[in-house]
C-alpha cells in the first residue's frame, strides 16, 4: 500500500521497522500528558488497593489506546474500532469518577484515538460525543469543572486534527495512486503510437519491397540488367526502412507532405499504378497538422498498392474555406475493387491520430469501383 514514507502514517499500520520506531516515538511524546495520572497515583494520598487498580486500569488503558492508533481503520474492522473507542470511553469514565479530576485528561486521548482510528464520517460525531462526556465527567467530579477549560480545547481540537490529517493522508494516497495511473497511461500511449508508426513506415517499405521483388523475379530471365536495378531499389528501399524505423523508436521522426508524395510515385509507379499528384503543398501547414496528413497519405497510398488492383490513383490536396472555419483536405481516390473499408490498425491508427489534431477521416468505397479516403483536418488561424 502506498503510503508517506517520512514521519508517523497516523491510521494505518506500520508495515517496516522504521516506520513502528517513527511512529512510536511521535506516540510517545503524546503520553507525556499523562504525567497527571501517574503523579496523582504516586502522591494523591489513595490508597493501596486504589493505587493498584488505578494502575491496572491506566495500562489497560494505555494498551487500548495504543492498538487503536496503531490500527488501519478498514471497512470490515470499523465495527471494532466503535467497540473499542467505547470501551476507552468507559475506562476514561470510571477512573476520573473513581479517583478524581486528574484522570480528565483521559478523555482527551479518547478524542485523539477516535480521529485517528476511524473513519472521517464517523469520527466527526465521536470527537464532540467524547468531548460531550468529558464535560458530563467534568461537573460530575469534585473540582473538575476547574480543569474542564483547559481539557475542551485539547480534546475538540485534537480530535479533528486527527482527522484532518487523517485525511490528508488519505488524498496523498490517492494523488500518488493516480500519479502511478497517469504513468502507466502514458506507457501505455507511449506503445500505442510505437504500434502506430511502425505499423505505418513497415507496412509501406516491406509492400514495396514486395512489389518490386515480384518484378525483378519476372524480369530476370530475360532482362537481367532491369531485374538488378529493381534489386538495387530493394536495398535502398530496406536501408530507408531501417533508418524510418530507428527514428520512430528515436520519437524523432515527423513524415512531410514532399517526401510521402515523393515516395507514393514511387510506390505507385513500380505498382504499374497510373499517379495522379497534386505539384503543390500547402505552406506553413503546421507541424502535427502535416504529420498527419502525412500519415495518411501514407497509409491510403499502401493500402491501394496492396489490395486494390487500380490501374490509376489521384491524389488530391489543398486548403479551403467551410462554414466551421478554414480546413486542409488530403483525397486519395483509386479506381480498383473497391470494397468496404474493413476497421484495422492502419484505418484506426490514421483515425487515432487525425482526431489528435482535431481533424475527421472518411474511407469508403465510391460507385461500383473505386475507393477514396478523405482526411480533413482545420485550420486554426
Partial sequence: MTGVDAGPRVGVRPETR???IVKSMWISLWLFYLSAPVTDLVSGGHS????LLGGLGLAAFVAWYLALVFRTARESEVRWLLISVAALSAQATILSLSLGREWLVLFVYVSISSGAALPGGISR???PGATALLTATSLAVPGGDAYLAGLLIPAVMGGYAMVGIRAMI?????LREARATVAQLAANEERLRMARD??????HSLSLITLKSELAGRMLPDRPELAAQQVADIEQVSRQALVDVREAVSGYRRPTLPGELAGAR?????AGVLADLPTEVPDDLPQEVE?????????????AVRHSGAKRCTITLGARQTLAGKVVELTVFDDGAGGAAVP??????LTERLQAVGGTLEAGPVGRTGFRLLARVPLVL
Fill in 125 to 127: 460525531w465521536t470527537v
Fill in 291 to 303: 504529420s498527419a496528413l502525412a500519415w495518411s497519405l501514407r497509409e491510403a497510398v499502401t493500402n
Fill in 344 to 349: 484495422g490498425n492502419g484505418l484506426t491508427g
Fill in 18 to 20: 522504521r516506520h513502528k
Fill in 48 to 51: 493501596l488497593q486504589a493505587r
Fill in 266 to 270: 514511387t510506390a505507385l509507379t513500380a
Fill in 170 to 174: 488519505r488524498t496523498t494516497i490517492e
Fill in 198 to 203: 511502425l505499423h505505418d513506415l513497415l507496412g
